[in-house]
């Protein structure tokens, strides 16, 4: 099947810049330093200023992200972490790695976010920090965040994958925890050419321990002080990132633009039963992804309306479609089926429609029109 529109689209970002990018990637070329190099250090400044925080430690995925920073704030056997049922294993699959207990609650049906009262009711004396994840490029609510943890002393450790320079109530992801994790896959708002990560903070000393666990715990070459790993931001990822960066504002606010245009389009089906996840942040949302929920009172079922788009040559995509409580690895943690029915019901509803800058208004009334219910 021929596709028309795909899930996702890097050419309207990387054509304009391919210059820029081919002379990033000549450069380090000409350096050779493709371990840690210069560029490393330039685009943690440059992205941890962006952002609003301190210190950026560049390493090899957004996964490691997590997993080191838990660890460079001491959490790890004998601690208890909450996160959402509803994200992607890696944020649990790096609460896993520290040896910590993941603690999973239930989301908010309308937002996806975590449901803070849900997980208020999980606190327990060993809970140590909570993972906020920003799903779908809206934050948690930073003030509600900052209560919870300053209510039950607990570190938030923020999941801000999907949430470059996302913005609420005057905090920018990435700025309102101990610490928080950003993944730059390719089609992330700020994506590499590959694989890549960053742990940012303010606190100059979980930056300096993960700056040593990224590199087998080393402070100084062949000087070891823990047992590290190696996951390292390549220096030509790097590289890549630091030309991206200067537009990814501008990309932002594309996404904002095409997620009101689909919402408009979208309208008048709100009460058949289609209805786009909740932003309660105004253009401080992001839109790494466009998700709409298809409720049983709807027509077609969300398989008819996938079969239907793909078709016509539209990609699509479901982020995620079976819960982390759910999936066969963790059946060991001891949940069932119906732990958290938010989570479980969406994961049955919601269906991620293309978005990508460069998607303009006639595709946008081409994926509305072959979802089979006309304008």
């Not at 560049?58 to 972490?81: F, K, M, P």
């Not at 993941?102 to 975590?114: F, G, Q, R, S, Y």
């Not at 390292?232 to 960066?245: E, N, S, V, Y």
């Not at 504002?249 to 996404?255: E, G, K, L, V, Y």
Request: proline letters at 5%.
């Amino acid at each position: 099947m021929t596709v028309k529109i795909p899930f996702v689209d890097l050419k309207f970002q990387h054509q304009p810049i391919q210059s820029q990018l081919h002379q990033a990637i000549e450069n380090v070329l000409t350096n050779g330093d493709f371990i840690l190099g210069q560029a490393v250090s330039d685009f943690e400044t440059a992205f941890a200023k962006a952002s609003g925080t301190e210190y950026g430690v560049g390493v090899a995925s957004g996964t490691d992200a997590i997993a080191l920073g838990l660890e460079a704030c001491n959490i790890g056997t004998g601690d208890e972490v909450i996160l959402p049922a509803n994200t992607f294993v890696a944020t649990l699959i790096a609460v896993l790695k520290t040896g910590a207990k993941p603690v999973l609650v239930d989301c908010d049906p309308k937002t996806a976010l975590i449901d803070l009262e849900a997980a208020a009711k999980a606190v327990t004396p060993q809970t140590k920090a909570i993972i906020p994840v920003h799903l779908y490029g809206q934050m948690v609510s930073p003030s509600q965040l900052l209560d919870f943890a300053h209510t039950h002393q607990v570190i938030i450790f923020e999941d801000a994958a999907q949430a470059h320079l996302a913005e609420r109530e005057g905090y920018k992801a990435g700025a309102v925890g101990k610490a928080a994790a950003f993944s730059f896959y390719p089609s992330k708002n700020l994506g590499a050419l590959g694989d890549g990560g960053m742990l940012l903070t303010a606190d100059a000393e979980i930056a300096a321990k993960v700056r040593r666990l990224r590199n087998y715990g080393s402070s100084q070459k062949y000087v070891h002080v823990e047992p590290g790993t190696n996951s390292r931001l390549d220096t030509l990822q790097a590289a890549i990132l630091q030309q991206k960066l200067p537009y990814l504002a501008q990309w932002n606010s594309d996404r904002f633009t095409i997620a009101n245009e689909y919402n408009t389009k979208l309208a008048h089906l709100a009460s058949l039963g289609i209805l786009p996840i909740e932003n309660q942040s105004s253009t401080g949302h992001v839109y790494h992804l466009y998700v709409i929920k298809i409720s049983e009172s709807y027509p077609l079922t969300r398989e008819q309306i996938q079969t239907q788009l793909t078709a016509a040559g539209i990609q699509t995509g479901i982020h995620y479609p079976i819960p982390c409580h759910l999936q066969p690895a963790f059946t060991y943690l001891g949940y069932q089926k119906g732990d958290f029915p938010h989570s479980e019901k969406l994961s049955v509803q919601i269906l991620s429609l293309p978005m990508y800058p460069g998607l303009n208004s006639h595709q946008i009334a081409e994926v509305v029109s072959a979802m089979g219910i006309g304008e």
